[in-house]
């Protein structure tokens, strides 16, 4: 059986935990579909289209095994896209409880919605303060981002808000 799983998120911009988490994702199935989705309950730094392009120089730049396609979505309810791509998974990156608190009403309601199930997945501990949030915080004021993000994207910033 193909299986195919979703790794959504904002990505503004991918760090080294998500990066983490596509990795693990990607070891476990056949394919994974990372998707951008734009969260209207975020201000955001970067376009979408800046933000796939950077998850694909990063995961280009890690060397990451597997069958990993990198994409956004802005039409509808993510479970759509799952439906249209036969993906039957999402995979979330869990770093303390609020993510699950925050996760686990998403994962019910998109099981719900179309049946897709949802896997929390642990990355490594290293990540577990690092967040998109923090590293546009630090990055807009001049701080050094370096160690939590891919370089790739540590550069992109550098040269992009200094
Ligand atoms: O990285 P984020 O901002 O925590 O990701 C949240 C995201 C984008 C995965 C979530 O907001 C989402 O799934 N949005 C898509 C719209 C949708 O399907 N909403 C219903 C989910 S219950």
Redesign the pocket.
Known sequence: MNKIAVV????DPVTLGHLDVIARAASIVDQVHVVV?H?PG?TALLPIAQRVSLIERAIAEAKIPGNIVVTSWSVG???DYCTDVGATLLIKGIRSQVDVTYETP?AI??RNLTGVETIFMLPDPAHAHVSSSLVRQVASLGGDVSPYVPAVVAEFLQSALT
């Open positions: 959504p998120g904002s990505f989705v969260n975020k309810l993510l479970v998403m309601v998109n």
